[in-house]
């Protein structure tokens, strides 16, 4: 009786052992496969409870979007220039089958092929593009073309490729000093060529001041010559005809100007007769 109680034990435990190996859940978000002595067997499972061969092993495989950031791998450009270009990739996995026969289901074996075929198209890309062009695409300068191929290259690994970005671009040491000092070279370039283009601007400004000075004096004396001359003609005339008019007070007012401009000067002598005819008036004044 005990013996029998032992093998109904026993049998019990083998077969819920077998019941426990013969179910399996599959969570939402993923999807499974079974295999048997290291074949696959059947079609992927979906998420839900599934019945399994005790024999069979199970492989779970996350849908969701996988992403990976690769920093600091260095390329070089067309112009000779070393750059660390930071990039990451995203992918999610679309053929459960294809993916367990190519990576035999494991993630990080997928993201180093998935990272050796963009970086391998990523340095192609970039030694052909100048360092000034490189970032004027989010893909450093990948093609279209380019990415379409490394999306059907995933296709063998059973994964869709979503995306291929550069997050990060930096000069290396030598390089940015380099950079540094061209910029320099070139800003102080640029200052001289600002300052000499300043001083011909400024000498054409001084030259064409002076030039428009020398034709405004020029005009000026030559209106004040006309105006002056006109006066003189004038003034003569005006004379002319005072002096016709009254001789003798014409003959008394040049006397009076040239005593004027002859006479009580400090230090001038005047060595001439009293009775010429250069002091009559004063005669006449003091006779009367």
Request: net charge negative; hydrophobic share 45%.
């Amino acid at each position: 009786m005990t013996g029998v109680r032992a093998l109904s034990g026993a049998a019990i435990l083998v077969a819920a052992v077998l019941l426990w190996r013969s179910i399996w859940i599959v969570d939402e978000g993923e999807i499974a496969l079974r295999t048997r002595l290291g074949q696959v067997v059947g079609a992927p499972c979906g998420p839900g409870l599934h019945l399994k061969s005790p024999l069979d092993e199970t492989h779970v495989f996350d849908l969701r979007v996988v992403g990976r950031s690769y920093p600091g791998d260095m390329f070089v450009t067309h112009d000779q220039k070393a750059v660390n270009v930071d990039f990451y990739i995203k992918w999610k996995m679309a053929d459960a089958l294809r993916y367990f026969q190519a990576t035999g289901g494991d993630e990080e074996v997928a993201a180093q092929r998935l990272m050796k075929d963009v970086h391998d198209r990523l340095s192609q890309a970039i030694s052909a593009q100048t360092l000034a062009t490189i970032d004027q695409r989010p893909r450093g300068t990948l093609s279209e073309a380019s990415f379409e191929q490394m999306q059907r290259n995933a296709e063998g690994l059973g994964v869709d490729l979503l995306d291929v970005q550069l997050q990060h671009i930096e000069l290396t040491e030598d390089v940015a000093a380099a950079v540094n000092q061209r910029m320099q070279q070139g800003l102080i370039a640029q200052a001289s060529q600002l300052r000499a283009e300043g001083a011909a601007e400024a000498e054409k400004i001084r030259a064409d001041a002076d030039r428009k000075r020398a034709d405004i004096l020029a005009n000026a004396t030559r209106e004040s010559q006309r105006l002056r001359g006109e006066a003189d003609v004038e003034a003569a005339a005006a004379l002319a005809k005072a002096y016709g008019r009254n001789t003798e007070f014409a003959a008394f007012y040049r006397s009076m100007q040239a005593y004027k401009k002859t006479l009580g000067r400090e230090g001038d002598i005047l060595v001439i007769s009293p009775q010429g005819d250069f002091f009559k008036y004063l005669h006449s004044a003091s006779g009367h």
